[in-house]
């Protein structure tokens, strides 16, 4: 059975003009066309696996992919998903996967629920980017203290934790300007 | 409990917990009833559920791993008042309606 990968482009964000302009995929939206369109060509998805979907090849079908927040997963959840015509297909974490025939009524019927959804979210990403920020502070202010100019072994040691924590404030700081991004224009067309 | 604004959607989910009801009898019963006039997606019923929840409008037990929904005595009064807000708007509509045909004009 044939197999293959595709990344992931950032859910956390939307699609952005220059992403169009570029013919670019960027964010939710796009992926799961892109899926959609890979359904209809025979590629099904499987699972998540690091920064990608895996998806096996089968027959061609017609079929729209959406994606779900939330903490643990629970059988009345899916159970909920499935009386509405929307199947589960696998999980990373806290982002659930669904799968659809075509013409299924969409998992978000009203935007005050996909921006309670998002909002919870953000305020995940908040947390994870303000403790990367401190432990970043922190290494950063040790690393100033250890005579940086006497480089030893201590003083290598924090050098290289800070950069680890600088690109942990990236990855968790990335999502959470995409999800703060994307409350705010949900809040707008709600009119607050 | 955190207050709610109770919108059409969580009215019409709380309108079917009359009997203890498993989410996706209540899924069922809103694609049903409604017959595509009023679109309700499953993620925004969960959502609408997890917040009567919070407001105390409604209750769940377990039942073989599975919610089942009912609806409080809270959420009996506030569904009740909701519905006569919504029939006193309806009764004005159908005043207005009926004045501006009494004149001639068709709204």
Redesign the interface.
């Known amino acids: 059975m044939k197999t293959k990968r595709i990344a992931i482009s950032g859910l956390a964000f939307d699609s952005t003009w220059l992403s169009r302009l570029l013919h670019l995929r960027s964010g939710e939206e796009d992926d799961m066309k892109r899926l959609s369109e890979e359904a209809q060509k025979g590629w099904l998805v499987t699972g998540i696996k690091g920064m990608s979907y895996e998806l096996v090849q089968t027959a061609p079908q017609n079929l729209i992919y959406a994606i779900?927040y939330k903490e643990k997963l629970d059988?009345?959840?899916i159970?909920?998903?499935?009386?509405?015509g929307?199947e589960y297909v696998c999980s990373a974490e806290y982002i659930h996967l669904f799968k659809a025939k075509h013409g299924t009524?969409?998992?978000?019927?009203?935007i005050?629920?996909?921006l309670?959804?998002l909002t919870d979210v953000s305020k995940k990403f908040t947390r994870y980017t303000l403790t990367m920020l401190f432990v970043f502070a922190c290494s950063l202010a040790l690393s100033a203290l250890t005579a940086p100019w006497k480089i030893g072994f201590i003083t290598l040691l924090l050098l290289i934790f800070t950069l680890a924590a600088l690109v942990g404030v990236v990855f968790t700081g990335m999502p959470l300007m995409g999800y703060l991004g994307r409350v705010n224009k949900l809040k707008k067309q709600l009119g607050r | 409990m955190k207050p709610i604004e109770l919108t059409e959607i969580s009215c019409l989910i709380l309108s079917t917990m009359s009997a203890p009801t498993h989410g996706y009898e209540i899924m069922k019963s809103v694609e049903a009833d409604l017959e595509g006039r009023v679109s309700v997606g499953p993620a925004t019923l969960y959502t609408n559920l997890s917040k009567l929840v919070d407001a105390g409008l409604c209750v769940f037990t377990e039942v073989s791993n599975k919610k089942v929904y009912e609806i409080t005595t809270l959420g009996k009064t506030v569904l009740d008042q909701e519905v006569e807000k919504r029939r006193r708007i309806l009764a004005f509509m159908e005043n207005q309606m009926e004045k501006a045909l009494e004149k001639g004009v068709s709204l």
Not at chain 1, 79 to 84: E, H, Q, S, T, V
Not at chain 1, 105 to 110: I, M
């Open positions: 779900d059988q009345d959840y159970d909920i998903f499935k009386a509405g929307w009524t969409p998992l978000h019927t009203d005050e629920s996909k309670t959804i």
